[in-house]
């Protein structure tokens, strides 16, 4: 199976082949895989080199001309490091494009905390009028990704990652998909943690909802699992722990309810490891995540 990283690269490479409109910047990173691409289309396809803030400038005045421009690198590099183009140049200007991240949270452990970008969607969330997609399957990154294409004018960002769930979900809008009914509580599950979240809660009582999109978050989804279980709520997310809670709460405002924030947390993890290890250490491991879950939902566990 390819992986999200590498679907992006295979539909946008297609996407600029069909869409004169379409144009993609990068800086570096990634620039092996588009250089097919390049070659056919030298105006549109444009590096940047190592300059993260001038690559996000660059994705703002291509979209002042009327393009739909697609701007790629590492997260760190393309939300954290270059935030206030980012907060200027597509939203104090009003215009639109697409943020494709790589490398997540912690998806390159030997890169060190330099190429971790836990705080990501954290940071995106104190701006208005950004779509965040997360998905957990290379499928779902390139429905999530066509969709981000074609959403007219709009500020997309969509969060690829190395982790992946074993199947693809189906991508229906920008609800969240009910995947398992119970009435001990409510799970949220986010993008690639949708596996670890199923392995912790089987044998719970409790709804298991499923997003891909975060951002604008499905006020109705946690509604309606609200309605048919009790009213705690878990949201499982694969960056910083508890960057959902607001939302949830705003969903949940006219009825007593109790959210837990699970995450990344905000400690940083000074040794390299590897991915697996640094979801233990976060306690996003499907044993750390049953415990969790099971007690705040206040649910024997048996040892397992």
Known sequence: MDTMRERFISVTSRLLDED?????VLAEITMDGFRPAQRRHPERVINVGIREQLLVGVGGGLALTGL??????????????????????FGHQGTGGVLVSAS???????????????????LLDTLDGWTVHVPGHPDEAEALLRHAYAAGDDKVYVRLS???????????G?????????????????GPLLDNVLAATEGLDVTVLYAPTVRPFDDAALQEAVGRARADVVLVEPYLAGTSTAAAG???????????????GRAELRRYGTIDEHTAAHGLDPRSLRERIASFSRQPVASR
Do not use: C
Request: hydrophobic share 45%; glycine share 8%; no cysteine.
């Open 250 to 264: 705003e969903a949940l405002a006219e009825q007593p309810h109790r959210i837990l924030g699970l995450g990344v």
């Open 174 to 190: 920008l609800r969240f998909q009910t995947v398992r009914e119970g009435r001990a509580g409510v799970v949220v599950a986010v």
């Open 20 to 24: 004169p409109r379409l144009a993609l």
């Open 68 to 89: 739909r421009p697609i701007v790629h690198t590492f997260a760190s590099f393309l939300v954290e490091r270059p935030f206030e183009q980012v907060k200027l140049d």
């Open 104 to 122: 997540a949270s912690y998806d390159w452990p030997a890169g060190g905390f330099t190429h971790m970008a836990p705080g990501d969607v954290a």
């Open 162 to 172: 190395q982790q992946s769930n074993a199947a693809a979900r189906p991508v229906r």
